[in-house]
Every structure is written in C-alpha cells, then in structure tokens.
C-alpha cells in the first residue's frame, strides 16, 4: 500500500514553511544551530532563513534546550528540523514529540537503516511512531486531530549520505518509500572517501560522489540538500540543489569577531 508523503501532500498549511518552500520550488534556506538557548533559536529565527536544523548531533544541546528551541523557532513561522544522533526509534521519537517540522539523521548506509527512519517515524497502520505529546499539534498550529491525520505525510524524514557506505547504497536508500529528501554531509564524505577533510572540492572522486548522490536523489523523486559554508556558495548550489544549509550559529558568531577584529587591529 503506498501513503503520501511530504513530497506528495496537498497540505498547504503556512506553518510548514520548509515544506512549502520545498514543494513550490522556492529553494528554501536552512542553517544549523548548536547553542542551547532560545534567545539564539530566537535571533536566528528573526533573520530570513526558513528552517533551523537544531543540532543534536555535534551541537550542545540537550533534551530541554531541543523543546524550547522547537518551540521558539516555530512560533515565529520558521520550521525547526532535528538532527538527532542515530537512527534509533527513541531519538526520533522524542525529536517528533517536540513539534518539530521533520528531523534530519546522520550517517545513513543501507536501506535497512533508512526504513527503520520512516518506520518509527510514521503512526501506525504505515509506521511504529507511538502517540501520547501534545507539544507537536502547538508547533504546526493545529489540534491534535488534525496533526494526527496529517502528520505522516507533512513531516520531512531528511537522511544523511556521509559515508562510503552510504555512497554505495544510495540507489536503495533513496527508493526507500518515505524518505523525503536526501542531504549530503561532505565533511564526512570527504573524510570517507579521500581520508581528509575539508575536500578542495576538485578531486574527480569527490565530485563523482556528489554528482551520484544527486542523481539517485532525482531518479526517485527525492529532495536533495546540503552544507554550504558561505552565502556565495549557497546560491552556486542552489542552481543543483531543492535546499542548502548555509552555515551554523557558532560560525557566524566566530566569523563576525574574527573579521571586525581584523579590521579594529589593522
């Protein structure tokens, strides 16, 4: 039986602002946030980007700076995605119960782990997700009822390439019905695949990987995001890519002292 997904849905809820912008081909900005404060979810919400990707993963975050960040970025009609630590049903769980607009798993390297994603992260009869937060309903502006009937299909199940393994999987990985989009973590892929970090970006393998991951992506009608580290280079990729993430909170900070500094020393 198929069900429809993000990708799919007619649901034009405003709220879902990176699910709008996705499926308008508006080529929505996404940024991570690795700071546990909601004055910073704040603040980054406030400056035009359309989704925060609170990092879980790598960023200092804990449970309750997760559920009041959600909440903060939401309130201000931006969608929060979660970057949880694995693809394990407890971590996506709790993720979800937050509210937040889709979430974002790391290191993804075969079909088994990507349908393990979209099976805990769908309520039954298509999927394991199990009900019981009200918080979800509040971040999407709507009741529980309704959030109940709509949340399989307008919550983005986002899976990360970063490996060799991954690489060598995406054809079945991104088949996986659910998956919603596809992001390329190249810090990792780089460091899988040419054994150092960052790529230059003109290696012939590197750039085989990307071009790989980006055409199995569209093969199967998936969205294909990733990390762009500067404004310049979010619009080059743009012209590939549905979405980017440009940059982090904890860089822009550094890259602000780092430059007025300069200036002030000179």
């Known amino acids: 039986m198929t069900y429809p997904t993000a990708l799919t849905t007619t649901n034009s809820n405003p709220r879902l602002r990176l ?36 990092d879980c993963e790598h960023g200092h975050i804990s449970d309750d700076s997760m559920h009041n960040s959600v909440a903060a970025i939401s309130a201000l009609n931006v969608s929060p995605v979660i970057r949880i630590r ?22 993804i390297n075969n079909a088994a782990e990507a349908e393990l994603v979209v099976r805990y992260s769908k309520f039954p009869p298509q999927g394991l997700r199990g009900q019981g937060s009200a918080f979800p309903a509040i971040a999407h502006g709507i009741t529980i009822p309704e959030y109940m009937k709509s949340a399989d299909e307008t919550l983005i199940t986002c899976l990360q390439i970063e490996t060799k393994e991954g690489l060598d999987n995406v054809e079945e990985i991104c088949a996986v019905p659910g998956v919603d989009l596809v992001f390329i973590g190249p810090n990792d892929l780089a460091q899988s695949i040419l054994g150092y970090v960052p790529a230059r970006g003109d290696e012939p393998e590197f750039i085989a990987a ?21 404004g310049a280079l979010a619009k080059e990729h743009l012209e590939v890519y549905d979405t980017v993430a440009m940059g982090a909170d904890m860089k822009a900070i550094t890259m602000w002292f780092t430059q007025e500094l300069d200036v002030l020393r000179k």
């Open 19 to 54: 699910l709008q912008g996705l499926k308008a081909g508006t080529k929505p900005v996404m940024t991570f946030m690795g700071l546990p404060s909601v004055r910073t979810a704040q603040i980054v919400a406030l400056t035009g980007v359309d989704s925060i990707i609170l």
């Open 86 to 107: 694995a693809p394990l049903p407890d971590l996506i769980k709790r993720a979800l119960d937050t509210g937040a607009h889709g979430i974002m798993v790391p290191q």
């Open 210 to 230: 990307l071009d790989k991951i980006v055409a199995a992506a569209k093969k199967h009608g998936k969205w294909v995001s990733r990390l762009s580290n500067s």
